[in-house]
């Protein structure tokens, strides 16, 4: 559930800029391979870490592989600041791309040896300068006070959704009606995803008409095959083939994991789909 590392070196081509790279639900890539095919064919690594915070590959953090990496602090994910999120990048120059792109596009805020503009002797301009079209996307002052204090606080909540993973794996590894994520490197384990083993012809509405009876709160897997969803029609965009992103759409689902034991309701997953 994954990057298709082998579809993906087909996939480049001369014509190749980027490659995008997301771990999915707090399970790295294979980035060992990702980063030499870039390094080999001169293309930018973009790596999407929101689902993935506190993930290592090969003792390396995720979101900390590409040239731009971003992260999402929404209330549900690894820590929260209610709503937003962070770019990471050690490159001066889309730094400070970036804090503009952010602030109106203004000069405001840049470092003094920002390289993507030359400041003017006339600060009464200068402090309404405009050299890019930019948003307002400043985190509040209450969203970052309250971001720092959870980053504190991350080592212990992923050792608590590794220990939930643990447990879930050990109920569910062996069981052959559904496909679970395979472990990359050292997950961060956001959820746990199952897929409906679909040579099994098990009906995937059962499953979560039962899950709805027991009060198990589900989703489907990171909203999907995006090529399914009504806004693809807006996009130009070219796709060999999709089969497993379809399995994933047609046949799968999650449910949460949490930064506290909860134990005692993946056994409670674990019964109340015993016996279908």
Known sequence: MNYDIYELKKAVSKNTRMIVAVSILGNPCQFDEITRLCEENNIILFEDNCESMGAKFKGKYTGTFGLVNTFSTFFSHHISTMEGGLVLTDNKEIYNILKSLRNHGWTRDQDTDSPIFERKKDDFFEAYR??????????????????????????DFVKIRRSNAEHFTGLFGNDKRFIIQKEIGESSWFCFTMIVNPDLKIDRAKV???????GIEHRIITGGNILRHDVIKYYDYVVTKSINADIAHYNGFFVGNHPYDIRDKIDYLHATLKNI
Not at 131 to 142: S, W
Not at 208 to 214: I, N, S, T, V, Y
């Open 208 to 214: 979560l008409q039962r899950l709805k009876d027991a």
């Open 130 to 155: 405009f050299i890019l079209p930019g948003y307002n996307v400043r985190p509040g002052e209450i969203h970052g006070a309250i971001g720092l204090r959870q980053l504190e606080k991350l080592d």
